[in-house]
């Protein structure tokens, strides 16, 4: 695990599927000032878990992005691709306990399943209704292995968007950790890896506020402490989605790096101001940002 001298550590995640983006810069930009103001430690990890929208070269040319910018990670990169055995001893462990089964049900047999309710979640996703709780159907063999969910309601408060709370178990229901194929799962990856480097403070972009509460009941679930976490709000594409390579996000002009950054700092809602160049931004930006979230300095 990375120790740090002040207690907070934070991270910025990216999914190599691409080069930064101007969406991504302001989830960078926002976890980067936060780990600043607050004298802490900051680190990088390439989400390359899902191996199928991996990129080949775009984590090279995301960290290359950052440096260029200016940014500076406290500790050399991580990489999801080579933690695979720690998600497996953490899989081993949930199955020990008795916490994962197997699942055969297709996507449409989870939509078809619950015909009157319309899907609770924003992401479009349906709840799983639990079908092979109790056991596989004869005949039927595992696509995915699922987390039992306990029942209750988490709740957390979240530093940009107040307190949230979720029914895991009716809105989002036993949740997928790992794939037949062996794919292993975003929310699964993300814990361990949270956990293993000893992330205290989660600032990240707001379409992952949904999947905060699955995180955090999988830390209850392995005795990990539960991280602080700030969802800032996304720049959205004309039609209200997030913004991706496939809808248009604009490429940051890394011609021109002040003026993207200046563009990001004021997607974070702050206002422009002058500077010399990328250092003095970052400078006065943080300044900003801890007098902003009342950071005292001597943190
Ligand atoms: N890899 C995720 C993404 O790029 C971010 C994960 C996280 O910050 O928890 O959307």
Redesign the pocket.
């Known amino acids: 695990m990375f120790t740090s001298p002040s207690r907070y550590i934070g991270r ?4 190599p599927s691409g080069p930064l983006h101007q969406g ?1 810069l302001v ?1 960078a930009m926002a976890s980067w000032l936060d780990a600043r103001a607050h004298r802490g430690h900051w680190l990088v990890r390439i ?1 390359d878990v899902d191996q199928p929208r991996t990129v080949a070269g775009a984590d090279q040319l995301i960290l290359a992005q950052l440096a260029q910018l200016g940014f500076r990670h406290d500790a050399p990169p991580w990489w999801q691709s080579q933690r695979f055995d720690a998600y497996q001893q953490v899989f081993d462990e949930l199955a020990r306990r008795g916490l994962i089964y197997g699942c055969g049900c297709t996507r449409r047999e989870i939509a078809d399943s619950r015909p009157a309710q319309p899907s609770l979640r924003t992401d479009g996703e349906h709840p799983y209704p639990g079908t092979c709780r109790n056991g596989l159907a004869p005949g039927r063999t595992p696509r995915a292995w699922r987390v039992r969910v306990p029942p209750g309601i988490i709740c957390f408060e979240d530093r940009w968007m107040g307190r949230q709370c979720q029914d895991v178990g009716a809105e989002v229901g036993d949740f997928v950790l790992r794939r037949a194929d062996g794919q292993w799962a ?1 929310q699964l990856a ?1 814990v361990v890896d949270d956990g293993a480097q000893g992330i205290t403070h ?1 600032v ?2 707001a ?2 506020l949904g ?1 905060t509460a699955r995180q955090h009941l999988l830390c209850d679930l392995l005795g990990l402490p539960r991280p602080v976490v700030m969802h800032v709000p996304l720049i959205t594409a004309a039609d209200g989605r997030k913004l991706s390579k496939q809808n248009g996000a604009p490429a940051i002009d890394m011609q021109n790096p002040l003026a993207s950054l200046m563009s990001a700092w004021q997607a974070l809602g702050f206002a422009p101001f002058d500077c010399p160049g990328i250092g003095a931004f970052w400078e006065y930006a943080t300044t900003l940002w801890a007098g902003r979230w009342k950071i005292a300095p001597e943190n």
């Not at 910025?12 to 999914?15: D, E, I, K, L, V």
Request: hydrophobic share 40%.
């Open positions: 910025f995640a990216p999914s991504s989830a989400e975003y993300v989660i990240r972009g379409d992952l999947s």
